[in-house]
């Protein structure tokens, strides 16, 4: 039997009378449930779904406002599990109207016959967990209860309209409409005065459409959206072509990508381009009329970082004000109090265009708030302003509102989920919640959903929760629960993709921030949709991880634990790396090796613009050796940092480590002087060592030739060059200088000792293995002469020693030894700071602009080596909020 007809056969659902029993209970009649009744049918469960509604389409019955569409390329909006439904359907524009969505969503319930499983009309008024027979009861506001073994709330993220929080409604004496809650009859606008108070989206979509009808409108504005042009008409050639040469292909993209639109991540970084070269590219995505576009596809850095999404931010204003006559209503229509995309961007028709209408008034609440919405109109502190019509557009109690305020679902102990929930959303996965056997959410809260492609991230969630009904029926499992080490676990993980993007710089319904006295935090996954569903997937290979499975006549099984305890981006960097399924670099032979490094290094984002960057020779302790220095952009003379590469004193150069110097020389407001020591097996031990003390000490002694301040200078290095920064510093100590006036020494290695804990914990699978490290000693240094403390530095004097600042990795073979570095230190009485970093491997923070979550530790290694300069500190406002962001475990 096709996929496209789906199968009727499933088992009936029983009635007694007054309880319905099912399999499964499902809430909402939109994109998931749908799609979810569909499955659970053909994978025979008995199920039913409920709707308040009086017809299917969710979100799309409900928002009928005057111009509401889809702001994500329909094509790309559409269900794609079954392909003969995916070219069956052709749509008629680019962005469809809410009206043909709508047809679409009644064509698939007609093709699957799913709307004789749905209960219109309905409402649950009230779910328990009987934990005696591990069902949950539900009670309804319209016919029979329901008895069901899961229960999954499709509830959508948007659904629940939020009140208008302003005084006085009830007195207002005119029509008063929702966005969110459209009459299904015509509304009449032409020849009143209309107010629409909201300008999100909806607000956007609606206000142009309002002024054409409408004798006058007012908009009252809070905070100023971003918005792009959508430039609708048919559906766009290029997308439909490229779906069209590979429609599996291109929907699996989709599935794998970022945001559930299939665009690969943008290649460059901005500050590789001329403000031309930037420019042009914002104009074609301008031109696009394309929001993923406009937000993945201009520059690597603009979704993570301040001052590449600054660029774009103005690059946008100037459109603005390009397109606005009047210059006050232009500035007061440019948002300026939140990074682009950080807030829910956008598409628009003629919006800002509306506002040069000699019909349409714009209010700035900024300026005036509403003090009350009166019998005659609306308020402000300086004006009233007369209107036969009000439309809310003012959003929504997004994510949890529709699951948590519209029913009161009570689990296991009696426990609510709005008490559970008081202090904001707890789920693992944004799937399931501890406590709460049984419960499903699609697309939760803790999952991609908002910032995602909805209708790939449904698509994902439902085959997800299908499959494991039918995995534990067929394993005799009657009960699933998330664990609580893993939804803490997965708290974490969500609080660290949160440091990777922009969001949590802003107020807005994804933190919560639009609905008074509402927990705030950014509660949609901002790790990616791909990388979500990897989890997901990794979840069930092994072995269901973090949840109790039980049932009558099996043994529970409870695989515990967290499913990601890296760093969000490292994890996906280790992935790419092992997708790549290199050699072994010690297999490559020193040659080899270098070329491979060099060949890795080519493809990094270049590292940002310092002052001034120049290359020379110093005396190194047998002949010259070559440096590369980075001054900042300020003022100087600067203190200087004597900076030594890693690489295992085998591989690298006074370039490798490019990203890094010029980001810390961005962020000291120091010269970083990086050495080109020499490295084994050609010149052994203790040729690095002694080349990097002999490099400081020509520093020290040369600071005013290299235009810095006079000496002391600092030393700093990573992996090995971390080494021969601390070794440096006990050379200057016992031969007579130079002095040193700090150390900041990055996943150093210590000592020639395998045997600590963490060489075993993390042999393998996180870039740097034991085999390597076992290598590079062998190239370098000969077994007699290991425990030499120009080497070991651990094994040397360490009293009297500069201040240092050590940073380890959780997951490197190296952490243990430098944490015994610094242990060491400090029992000697030297002042010393750690920094262990949580999630981080021993790459992480040399691996500039890739690994996201490091910039918080560079920050800190940053403050260190000021601290030590005795420069006062800073804090950039590209850095806002990472300091704080409990990297250090
Ligand atoms: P949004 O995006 O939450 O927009 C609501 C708008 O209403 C926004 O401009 C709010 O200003 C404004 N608002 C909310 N409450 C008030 C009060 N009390 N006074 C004045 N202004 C207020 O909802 P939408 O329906 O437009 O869009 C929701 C999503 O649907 C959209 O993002 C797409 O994903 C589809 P604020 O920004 O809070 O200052």
Not at 10 to 21: F, I, L, N, V
Not at 145 to 157: E, Q
Request: one cysteine or more; aromatic letters at 8%.
């Amino acid at each position: 039997m096709s996929d496209a007809i789906a199968e009727a056969s499933a088992s009936k659902a029983t009635s007694d009378g007054a309880t319905q029993q099912v399999d499964v209970a499902v809430v909402g009649a939109g994109f998931a449930g749908l799609y979810l009744l569909h499955r659970l049918r053909k994978a025979g469960f008995t199920a039913v779904a409920v709707d308040e509604a009086s017809d299917v389409g969710g979100t799309w019955y409900w928002n009928r406002y005057p111009g509401a569409r889809c702001d994500i390329q329909t094509i790309d909006y559409s269900y794609t599990f079954d392909p003969e439904l995916d070219s069956a359907w052709k749509w008629s524009e680019k962005y469809a109207t809410q009206p043909e969505i709508l047809r679409y969503l009644g064509f698939v319930a007609d093709r699957y016959d799913l709307r004789r499983d749905i209960r219109f009309g309905t409402k649950v008024t009230n779910a328990t967990w009987d934990e005696a027979a591990e069902r949950w009861r539900l009670t309804t506001d319209n016919g029979a209860a329901i008895s069901c073994r899961h229960y999954i709330m499709a509830t959508g993220c948007l659904s629940t309209p939020k009140p208008p929080e302003i005084e006085g409604v009830k007195d207002f004496k005119g029509e008063i409409y929702f966005t969110g809650r459209w009459p299904h009859h015509e509304v009449k606008l032409a020849g009143k005065r209309v107010a629409v108070i909201g300008t999100g989206s909806s607000g956007i979509q609606a206000i142009p459409l309002i002024a054409e009808q409408a004798a006058h409108l007012t908009v009252f504005q809070r905070t100023a959206s971003f918005a792009l042009p959508a430039h609708n008409g048919p559906p766009s050639a290029d997308r439909t072509a490229l779906l069209q040469s590979d429609r599996a292909g291109y929907r699996e993209q989709a599935r794998w990508s970022m945001a559930g639109v299939p665009f690969p991540p943008a290649p460059v970084v901005s500050w590789q381009l001329s403000d031309a070269e930037r420019r042009e590219r914002f104009e074609q995505a301008w031109a696009a009329g394309d929001l993923v576009h406009i937000l993945t596809q201009l520059w690597a850095d603009q979704g993570v970082d301040v001052d590449g999404n600054a660029l774009v931010s103005e690059l946008i204003r100037e459109k603005i004000r390009g397109i606005v006559k009047d210059p006050e209503t232009a500035a007061a229509l440019s948002p300026n109090d939140h990074p682009f995309g950080s807030k829910r961007p956008c598409l628009d028709t003629n919006y800002y265009a509306t506002y040069n209408r000699p019909n349409v008034t714009q209010v700035n609440l900024r300026q005036e708030p509403i003090t009350s919405i009166t019998a005659s109109g609306i308020k402000t502190d300086k004006r009233n302003f007369d209107v036969d019509v009000i439309v809310f557009a003012t959003g929504f109690d997004a994510m949890t509102g529709a699951i948590m305020a519209v029913h009161p679902i009570t689990g296991r102990g009696g426990k609510s989920l709005s008490d559970i929930w008081a202090k904001g959303p707890q789920s693992y996965l944004g799937l399931t919640v501890a406590g709460f056997p049984n419960l499903f959410m699609i697309t939760g809260p803790g999952s991609p959903s908002v910032l995602s492609n909805m209708a790939v991230s449904i698509e994902q969630h439902v085959d997800w929760v299908v499959d494991r009904l039918q995995a534990m029926r067929e394993a005799g499992f009657s009960a699933i629960e998330a664990t609580a080490t893993a939804q803490d676990g997965w708290a974490q993980h969500m609080a660290d993709c949160s440091t990777l993007t922009l969001h949590r710089l802003a107020n807005t319904w994804y933190t919560g921030a639009n609905v008074p006295g509402k927990a705030l935090g950014v509660m949609p996954y901002t790790g990616g949709v791909g990388p979500y569903r990897s989890i997901c997937n990794e979840v069930v290979s092994r072995g269901m991880l973090g949840f109790r499975l039980t049932g009558p006549d099996v043994a529970a099984q409870c695989n515990d634990g967290e499913i990601v305890r890296l760093q969000p981006d490292v994890r996906i960097v280790l992935n790419m790396l092992a997708d790549m399924n290199l050699p072994p670099i010690e297999s490559l032979g020193p040659e080899g090796a270098r070329a491979f490094l060099a060949q890795f290094n080519a493809g990094r984002p270049a590292g940002r613009p310092v002052g001034e960057v120049g290359d020379g020779a110093l005396q190194g302790a047998d002949g010259p050796v070559p440096y590369r220095l980075y001054r900042p952009a300020t003022p100087g003379p600067h203190p200087i940092v004597v900076y030594f590469h890693g690489g295992g004193w085998v591989l690298g150069d006074e370039l490798s480590d490019d990203p890094f110097c010029r980001d810390m020389c961005r962020r000291t407001g120091m010269i970083f002087v990086s050495v080109g020591y020499r490295h084994g097996p050609e010149h052994p031990f203790p040729a690095a060592a002694e080349d990097g003390y002999a490099a400081t000490k020509w520093i020290a002694e040369h600071t005013a030739e290299l235009g810095g301040r006079p000496a002391p200078v600092l030393v700093a290095g990573w992996s090995a060059g971390g080494n021969i920064a601390a070794v440096t510093c006990q050379l200057a100590r016992d031969r007579g200088g130079p002095q040193i006036a700090g150390q900041l020494l990055l996943c150093p290695v210590t000592d020639c000792d395998f045997d600590r804990p963490s060489y075993r914990e993390n042999a393998e699978g996180y870039f740097l293995t034991r085999p390597l490290m076992d290598w590079f000693w062998d190239m370098y240094c000969p077994p007699a002469d290991r425990t030499d403390p120009r080497v070991s530095p651990l094994r040397g004097k360490l009293a009297g020693l500069p201040q240092a600042f050590v940073v380890t990795c959780e997951f490197d073979p190296l952490r243990d030894e430098g944490v015994a570095y610094a242990e060491a230190l400090a029992a000697a009485g030297v002042p010393v700071e750690q920094l262990k970093a949580r999630g981080q491997m021993h790459s992480s923070f040399t691996m500039v602009d890739v690994v996201i979550t490091g910039v918080s530790g560079r920050v800190k290694m940053a403050e260190a080596l000021r601290r030590f300069a005795g420069l006062a500190q800073e804090e950039r406002q590209a850095d806002k909020g990472a300091r704080s962001d409990g990297l250090a475990a």
